[in-house]
């Protein structure tokens, strides 16, 4: 009976869209190649996006935020190689 409503559950997931991945600190600052220190420092400067807070102690980056963040850096960089040269 149990299985039965598991595999109910697990049916219907898999027919709607992937669930969000959150991130903690320590796996961002990982990704980023930076310390923990420096992603919440960006973080308050305004420079990184916000965590979602679950509990007091739990705070967790969406994955999308933190990719969209990346790609963000990306854009002006992109558009710098691209520019002709002066000379």
């Known amino acids: 009976m ?3 409503k598991f595999r109910r559950m697990s049916e219907r997931l898999s027919q709607t869209e992937p669930l ?4 903690t600190a320590k796996e961002v600052a990982s990704c980023l190649k930076v310390t923990t220190r420096t992603l919440y420092r960006r973080m308050d400067s305004g420079n990184f996006p916000r965590p ?3 509990s007091e102690n739990c705070v967790r980056w969406r994955e999308q935020d933190v990719k969209s963040w990346i790609s963000s850096l990306e854009m002006p960089r992109a558009s710098a190689v691209s520019a002709p040269s002066i000379r």
């Open 20 to 23: 969000e991945q959150f991130l």
């Open 2 to 4: 149990v299985f039965r």
């Open 52 to 54: 979602v807070k679950f």
